[in-house]
């Protein structure tokens, strides 16, 4: 068997930024609250610990009404994902599947909250789903229990690469055991990741390296002069944010897959 993996971020990749939609729907404003959290981020803050812990406080000062990790989830479900982002895995998979020696795998790895993640659209459609989590206490959401920054996003296609996906979030530290590349369960040249900005520089830089592809999601009508400076000196193919079967997007991700195949 083998095994490709689609590694995608969530927001502004996937779907529309769940946190921003989140505000929307408890009536703020979420510019008002991204300039909050850059003045955090200037004053040292790790970006995705500064937009939870701030998220966190609205929660408590009722701000926000979805105040567990279930009404998070229930409010996700709510929210359209990008055109074919719920189905594109499964497509691609019936168009290589000629026989069963290759299947397509698809993972999300994102700083966003996982509990909101698995509970939209895309829910059901991926292997797996990584993000921040937050734990709650008497009935409410209290605090953060994981977040995934820029550079940790790489401990988790580590993960992916070497099978243990299933057990990273209670032994983190497997993803440091000592694997021969031959005996890895996806080869990092099987790996296709997708993202939209500059928190996911790390992850292209690492997949690219090691023979795998980058693909730029452009979901934004213009992009900031530093991530265009960047996909031009990466030379990297940037796409719609369309996943539907006629899609550029969507032939783009078929073309690489199927040339995987080939390996």
Known sequence: MKNIAIICDCDNTLMPDLPSLLL???????QTFWDEIDVMVKDGWDPPIAWMTKLIKLIQDRKIKQNTNEKLAEFSASVDTYPGASTFIKEI????????????????????????????????SFTDIF????????????????????????????????????????????????????ERRIPFENMIYMGDGPSDIPCFSMIE???????????????????????RNRKMDSFKPDYTKKSELFSHLTKISNSITQL
């Open 24 to 30: 929307k729907d408890n009536e703020m404003e979420p």
């Open 93 to 124: 998979n019936s168009k290589l599947r000629i026989d069963s020696a290759v299947s397509v795998e698809g993972y999300v790895v994102s700083s966003g909250i996982e509990s909101m993640m698995k509970g939209s659209k895309i829910g059901n």
């Open 131 to 182: 993000g921040g989590r937050l734990y709650e206490k008497d009935g409410t959401i209290a605090g953060i229990k994981s977040s995934i920054t820029f550079t940790e996003k790489t401990k988790f296609i580590f993960a992916i690469n070497k099978g243990i996906t299933s057990q990273i979030r209670e032994k983190p530290y497997d993803v440091n055991d000592f694997i021969p590349f031959e």
């Open 209 to 231: 390296k090691l023979g795998g592809t980058s693909i730029a999601i452009d979901s934004k009508d213009e992009w900031s002069k530093k991530w265009e400076y960047e996909l």
